[in-house]
């Protein structure tokens, strides 16, 4: 369904038709059981892995942190949170406040509740949230604890970020201009998502993803033919010398003659674009210059562009396993 629609309109849509069906009720119904949650939150990752056009091999956190769609749990106990601060603020005499006021007064009792619920629900997201009874019984209380809940989420997706091996081209990105050097925010829209070209912009994230099938991912999937190969040994397959990464197939190996010129016409053109580009790239480590090139807006056409081009050179040759991990009958 949501092969050929771009990932902005698609963000769109995953909020106007499929979060409706996913959230429904969940403003009152808490999530006291995380199992009843996962069918809905594989469901999530399952569209915005459609979207993006990733396999399930890549990270989740990269899902979030790509789109800035909240993640289920989050979503669903931020909207409990909204319903709470809704019913706090209604007058005495209806009977929502007076079933809150009744709920409240379990709490206090120490009788479980749907207030009670509510806190476990909290403390038990992935950075837990503690709050006191009195904190949800009070409507001044509840927009801190909807901010704690955001930090919650931020620190959540920050940490699994940087602990993901996966995430090293989406790292130290900046937003604005390069004198500004602002820190993104950890989850948000993208800038690459919008590239109009699919094949290009699908390419792209899947790389950035590590979600291609250069040797050093491609070549930790299970064959039967093989044995487990280890990463230092999932060398290139034009020079068998380093290990077959992004940066290598992209900006290292010069044992393909087609590859040094696509590089040196990637180059050429990234300079006319970008004018002075050579001079922040200089000294740069590989990794450091596609995470620079990532950022830059008026670039990203063109290192899309070119790493479908490299890819494809790579896809057309055969991948080396050295003779040593094939498995002989
Ligand atoms: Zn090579």
Not at 52 to 70: A, D
Not at 148 to 162: A, E, G, K, M, W
Not at 211 to 240: K, M, N, S
Request: charged share 20%.
């Amino acid at each position: 369904m949501t092969g050929l629609v771009p990932p902005w309109e698609g963000t769109r849509l995953y909020m106007a038709r499929v979060d409706p069906h996913l959230i429904h009720g969940c403003d009152v119904i808490l999530d006291i059981d995380a199992g009843s949650l996962t069918d809905l939150e594989l469901l999530q990752c399952k569209y915005i892995r459609r979207l993006l056009g990733v396999s399930t091999r890549c990270s989740r956190v990269f899902l979030f942190t790509e789109t800035g769609l909240v993640p289920l749990n989050y979503r669903r106990v931020l909207l409990s949170l909204g319903f709470l601060a809704y019913a706090l603020a209604q007058p005495p005499e209806r009977l929502v406040h007076r079933a809150l006021a009744t709920a409240l007064r379990l709490a206090r009792d120490g009788t479980p509740c749907w207030i009670t619920d509510l806190q476990w629900v909290l403390c038990h997201l992935p950075v837990a949230v503690d709050v006191l009874v009195t904190d949800l019984g009070d409507a001044a209380c509840v927009p801190g604890v909807v901010d704690r809940v955001h930090d919650s989420l931020d620190s959540h997706l920050q940490t699994r970020f940087q602990a993901s091996a996966r995430s090293l081209l989406l790292r130290n990105r900046s937003d604005g201009p390069p004198s500004t050097t602002t820190p993104c925010p950890v989850a948000q829209f993208r800038p690459y998502l919008r590239l109009r070209i699919p094949d290009h912009r699908v390419t792209l994230t899947r790389l950035v993803f590590s979600d291609h099938a250069l040797a050093a991912e491609h070549l930790c999937w299970y064959d039967a033919q093989r044995h487990g190969i280890p990463l230092t040994d999932r060398v290139c397959r034009f020079c068998h010398v380093a290990v077959e990464t992004p940066v290598h197939a992209l900006l290292d190996c010069r044992h393909h003659a087609a590859l040094v010129s696509l590089r040196d016409a990637f180059f050429a053109d990234l300079q006319a674009r970008v004018p002075g580009i050579g001079a922040r790239l200089r000294g740069l480590s590989g990794a450091a210059v596609i995470q620079l090139v990532l950022s830059m807006r008026p670039a990203l056409a063109l290192l899309a562009r070119f790493t479908c081009t490299v890819l494809a050179l790579y896809d057309r040759a055969p991948i080396y396993v050295p003779p040593q991990f094939w498995i002989v009958e």
